[in-house]
C-alpha cells in the first residue's frame, strides 16, 4: 500500500494544480481494494477478544472493531463512520465523545460481538 502511494505521489510536484487523473483513479482503486481486504481486514474469530476504538470529530464519529492477529498485532475486523446531522454538528465535545461510544454498540460493526 505504501508502494502505491509513493508511486503517484514520486509522479506528481506539488507546484502542479491537483487534477483527478486516470492515475489517480487507479491508485484510489487499488487503495480500496487493499483496505478491504486481509492482511488489513480480517475475519472475525469469535474465539479471540474484541478491541473496540471510538473517536468524535467536529463534523462525524467513526469507531473501529479490531483483534490481535497471529502476529501479535491488531488487525480491522469492522469499522463504522457516521457524519452528523444539523443538530448533532452543535454538540458539545462531551456529547460527542459519549454519542460515538453508544453508536459503537449500536453500530453495524458491533453485531460481530453480539
Known amino acids: 500500500m ?7 505521489s514520486s509522479s ?3 507546484d502542479k494544480k491537483s487534477v483527478w487523473i486516470v ?3 487507479k491508485v484510489f482503486l487499488d487503495l480500496k ?3 478491504t481486504f486481509p492482511p488489513i481486514l480480517a475475519h472475525v ?3 479471540k477478544p474484541f478491541f473496540i476504538e471510538v473517536d468524535a470529530y467536529d463534523i462525524a464519529l467513526g469507531n473501529i472493531l479490531s483483534q490481535q492477529g497471529e ?6 475486523v469492522a469499522f463504522h463512520s457516521y457524519k452528523f446531522g444539523i ?6 465535545v462531551h456529547e460527542k465523545e459519549l454519542l460515538v461510544i453508544v453508536d ?3 453500530s453495524p460493526s458491533s453485531n460481530c460481538i453480539q
Not at 87 to 92: K, L, S, T, W
Request: charged fraction near 30%; aromatic fraction near 12%; proline fraction near 3%.
Open 2 to 8: 505504501i508502494n502505491l502511494l509513493k508511486t503517484y
Open 12 to 14: 506528481h510536484t506539488t
Open 23 to 25: 492515475d489517480a483513479d
Open 33 to 35: 481494494k487493499a483496505f
Open 45 to 47: 474469530d469469535p474465539q
Open 71 to 76: 502476529d501479535g498485532k491488531l488487525h480491522l
Open 87 to 92: 443538530v448533532e454538528v452543535d454538540y458539545e
Open 104 to 106: 459503537s454498540f449500536l
